[in-house]
Each structure stands twice: as structure tokens, then as C-alpha cells.
Nanobody, 121 residues
Framework: QVQLVESGGGLVQAGGSLRLSCAASARTFSNYAMGWLRQAPGEERKYVASISSGGAQTDYSESVRGRFRISRDNAKNMVYLQMNALKPEDTGLYYC??????????????WGQGTQVTVSS
């Protein structure tokens, strides 16, 4: 079982940066691939990025590739999402997610409560 708590969201102007953090409670955090998804108002939740259990592999959606970077610190049970060059369309509720898979994936079994990111134009 994995419990996840996100932090770091907020209001930022277009072109700015934010760093999201996710604290995980798990017996063996390093066994789980992790990811971030987001949900804009009135839309479905969408995949943003994922990272393999050891951190060697990462994957990004086309809309954020080159601007966002996912990372993890298995010693601290933490996952991060560095978001640069933010656009208004990046606005949404960002969820940290965990997967029973060790590899990059868009399928997750564990979810945090979300942290709001708002990008103003």
C-alpha cells in the first residue's frame, strides 16, 4: 500500500516555474514506478509524466516534454515534478500517483489528493 501527499502548487505567471513534491509512505518505495497526472476543470485526468522504480527511465506526455522534469529520491521517499516555461493550459489539479509496475507507465493504483497549479496569462 502506498500513501501519497502532494505539495508545491500555487499561482504563477506564464513563463514561470514551479516544483511539485510528493511524499510517499510505503514499505518499499523503490519498488514502485511513480507518476504525475493533471486534471483541468471540466476535463478528464490526463497523464503528464512517469519515472521507473529506480529512476533510470522517464516518460513524458507530448504537451510537457522539454519543459517538465520528473525525478525521485528513493532515500527520502520523494517524487518531484519540475515545471518550467509554464503555460495557461498547464493549469489544473496535479496528482501524484504510484504504480505496482517498476517501469514507466500510465496506469496507476495509488493516488494523492492533488495540488492546484494555476498559470495566469
Amino acid at each position: 500500500q502506498v500513501q501519497l501527499v502532494e505539495s508545491g502548487g500555487g499561482l504563477v505567471q506564464a513563463g514561470g516555474s514551479l516544483r511539485l513534491s510528493c511524499a510517499a509512505s510505503a514499505r518499499t518505495f523503490s519498488n514502485y514506478a511513480m507518476g504525475w497526472l493533471r486534471q483541468a476543470p471540466g476535463e478528464e485526468r490526463k497523464y503528464v509524466a512517469s519515472i521507473s522504480s529506480g529512476g533510470a527511465q522517464t516518460d513524458y506526455s507530448e504537451s510537457v516534454r522539454g519543459r517538465f522534469r520528473i525525478s525521485r529520491d528513493n532515500a527520502k521517499n520523494m517524487v518531484y515534478l519540475q515545471m518550467n516555461a509554464l503555460k495557461p493550459e498547464d493549469t489544473g489539479l496535479y496528482y501524484c500517483a504510484g504504480s505496482d509496475s517498476r517501469y514507466v507507465t500510465a496506469e496507476f493504483q495509488y493516488w494523492g489528493q492533488g495540488t492546484q497549479v494555476t498559470v495566469s496569462s
